[in-house]
């Protein structure tokens, strides 16, 4: 019999698992009755044809490619997708692999009228899903002029009767709290303090952090404004720009939901939030981090961000490396460090480990220690790889020997499969193990020409030449609230055929010392 697999979806939460159940039995007496054996279906349940965004479509796609299939069967050929341009370019990629896609409902064959036929049904299809939509825009629509909802979970401080907003007295104290605040100058951190202090959660029950409270101070319902239609549709991967529609296709109805806060006093908490957009905007744009992306914090592992800010009017603008669960959800308690006094004390280890002659041929023997070390588990892996190599072409010889002698191809054909992946993992790591076994001894000279070309660079303080310099030399920096590590690591490259993996080593200094050593 020909090995087929069977594809089946449907579109809805309001539809059941008995549509699949139904598909598969169709499929299933379809294919007794042709000569197909079904080997395994794909089933995406609540999920929409009109575009390819489906696991278990994109998973049945990159299977097919394995070429143990010679068909997909499907019940109709709208479960397959309800995209014309998804219909024909799928179906081509199925035919480049000699599969052929089948519907049980319409018999459609390979042949020019066929080809035809079938692109008339997904045509069909993909309009029957943008009327329905259409359709179904209008009723929302209709809603929206009536300032009901259209579905999905209400904002924080609302709740839904009769698909109506009314205010959630218990979570609108929160909000107008946090508008209260932020209007007296508070900044988002504190207010979020405040909020957890109190027991206040989001509307999923998590806790605030700044991005649910900027997004809480630019709702438009808090100020009672009804909004309907506003996000751009999804992309046909399913994702979303971000971006809004034109103000002439959104439904605006001020008035139309009850207001939690006055609009006088959203609009002042606004109007500050586009004023302090402007300025952190203008003071982030004039800094560097030598850093960014090597910095964590120790305490609770998260990564730490640049931070500047101005602590008061006639004070100096403070730069600094943050821990942001600190920054964002005030959930670490780890102090921000100096950026200058963290960034100086890299930079001077990295002088001091790298660019001293007198360290060179210790760090020399230390590298060619780390190399024969490497080599001698490198040999041993290979002599592994051999030993299994030989095993899998013994079993592999056996089992052609069993198919030449039964003739029972497909009995053997699944383990002859994986028998064939796994010997190609072998060879390729075979072909890297005589590369890294084939690494020359390191010489002092080779330390000197390759380290030489950036200690002016440092000298120099020449800032886009070291920040190149420190991403390929600092494994990583761990701010703790007493000390501070520095993980340095060096790595040589000698040719394109030979490399050697970064040996690292650790830097330890308080943060007293730090602050000292800096200002000494």
């Known amino acids: 019999m020909i090995p087929a697999v069977g594809y089946v979806r449907f579109s809805s939460n309001r539809q059941k698992d008995e549509s699949i159940d139904a598909q598969k039995r169709a499929i299933l007496i379809y294919a007794g009755h042709m000569g197909y054996r079904i080997t395994h279906f794909y089933e995406d349940r609540a999920i929409t044809g009109k575009n390819a965004n489906r696991p278990e479509f994109l998973r049945m796609m990159e299977d097919i490619k394995i070429g143990t299939v010679k068909a997909v069967i499907v019940h109709k050929l709208d479960r397959f997708s309800r995209s014309i341009v998804d219909s024909i370019n799928y179906k081509e990629m199925l035919a480049d692999y000699g599969v052929q896609l089948i519907s049980v409902s319409e018999a459609l064959d390979d042949s020019t009228s066929g080809w035809l036929m079938g692109s008339m049904i997904a045509m069909m299809n993909e309009f029957y899903v943008r009327n329905m939509a259409s359709e179904i825009l209008k009723g929302m629509n209709e809603n929206a002029h009536k300032c009901k909802t259209n579905g999905g979970k209400p904002a924080l401080g609302y709740d839904l009767v009769d698909k109506r907003y009314i205010i959630n007295e218990q979570e609108a104290e929160a909000i107008r709290l946090a508008f209260k605040m932020y209007d007296e100058g508070y900044g988002y951190l504190p207010i979020i303090r405040q909020l957890r202090a109190l027991g206040y959660k989001t509307k999923k029950g998590a806790d605030f952090g700044k991005s649910s409270m900027h997004d809480l101070f630019r709702n438009e319902k808090y100020k009672g404004t009804y909004i309907f239609n506003r996000a751009q549709k999804r992309r046909r991967d399913g994702s979303r720009s971000g971006k809004s529609k034109p103000d002439d296709q959104i439904i605006r109805v001020e008035g139309g939901i009850p207001a939690i806060v006055s609009t006088e006093l959203w609009d002042r908490v606004n109007d500050r939030m586009d004023n302090q957009k402007k300025a952190a905007g203008a003071a982030k744009a004039k800094q560097l981090y030598l850093l960014s992306g090597l910095v964590v914090c ?53 002088e ?89 001894t390191i010489t002092e000279d080779m330390v000197r020409g390759y380290l030489g070309s950036f200690r002016e660079f440092v000298k120099r303080r020449d800032i886009p030449q070291i920040k190149v310099f420190i991403d390929s030399y600092v494994e990583r920096v761990e ?42």
């Not at 603008?317 to 102090?335: F, G």
């Not at 030979?498 to 800096?518: A, C, G, M, P, W």
Request: aromatic share 6%.
């Open 298 to 350: 120790g305490e609770c592992g998260a990564a730490m961000c640049g931070n500047s800010r101005r602590p008061a009017k006639d004070r100096d603008i403070l730069i600094t490396y943050r821990c942001s669960n600190r920054q964002n959800k005030a959930l670490c308690a780890n102090r921000e460090i100096k950026r200058d006094s963290l960034e100086n004390f890299v930079l001077t280890q990295l």
């Open 352 to 440: 001091q480990h790298f660019f001293r002659d007198d360290v060179i041929p210790a760090l020399t023997d230390q590298l060619n220690a780390y190399v024969n070390a490497t080599n001698t588990e490198v040999i041993s892996q290979k002599e592994r790889l051999l030993a299994r190599q030989k095993e899998l072409n013994k079993e592999k010889s056996n089992i052609i020997d069993a198919i030449a002698k039964t003739g029972l191809q497909d009995t053997f054909t699944e383990r002859l499969t994986d028998l064939e992946q796994e010997l190609a993992q072998i060879t390729a790591q075979l072909k890297y193990s005589d590369k890294a076994n084939a690494t020359p």
């Open 479 to 520: 701010v703790f609230q007493t000390h501070v590590k520095l993980t340095l690591k060096v790595a040589f490259l000698e040719d394109s055929s030979h490399s050697l993996d970064s040996y690292t080593f650790d830097v330890n200094t308080s943060r007293r010392q730090l602050k000292e050593r800096i200002t000494a």
